[in-house]
């Protein structure tokens, strides 16, 4: 299934409704993902397409499987906190790589363990500040 874009334009979704599995690939991980390609409005709104449908297990293709939902809506939030945190910088004019070691995402650390300080990957810094000009492009 697609529902839509996030991780990557292409993400593809299994899902197997009789067994009540669904397999996200990189959509949903069960830990932080790689935001080099990113589509992060759409990848909020293409995880509350995902959470309609009818699973228990989703098997991502990172990290371990998982069966609470609310994984998905913390990543939701984590994601939404990451683009106005970065949104906030880049608009301040503060360089990606500057933003990248002073966005603060440790109140998500509950849910994503691997979040020991503040700092973000460079690579979806980068790609947030190309999506955002994009989005200014397109106004």
């Not at 990451?82 to 500057?98: A, C, H, M, R």
Request: glycine share 10%; with cysteine.
């Amino acid at each position: 299934m697609f529902l839509g874009r996030g991780h990557t334009g292409g993400d593809t979704v299994v899902y197997l409704p009789k067994e009540r599995i669904v397999c996200t690939g990189d959509l949903m991980e069960s830990r932080l993902a790689y935001m080099g390609d990113a589509f992060f409005d759409e990848w909020i709104t293409t995880l509350e397409e995902l959470k309609k449908l009818d699973f228990m297990v989703d098997l991502p293709g990172h990290g371990v499987p998982f069966t609470n939902k609310g994984l998905i809506t913390a990543y939701q939030a984590y994601l939404a906190d990451l683009i106005n945190q970065v949104t906030k910088f880049k608009n301040e004019g503060v360089s990606p790589e500057d933003a990248a070691k002073r966005v603060d995402l440790t109140a998500h650390a509950k849910d994503f363990p691997q979040i020991t300080g503040p700092g973000a990957d460079i690579r979806g810094v980068r790609r947030m500040y190309a999506w955002l000009d994009e989005q200014q492009a397109a106004k």
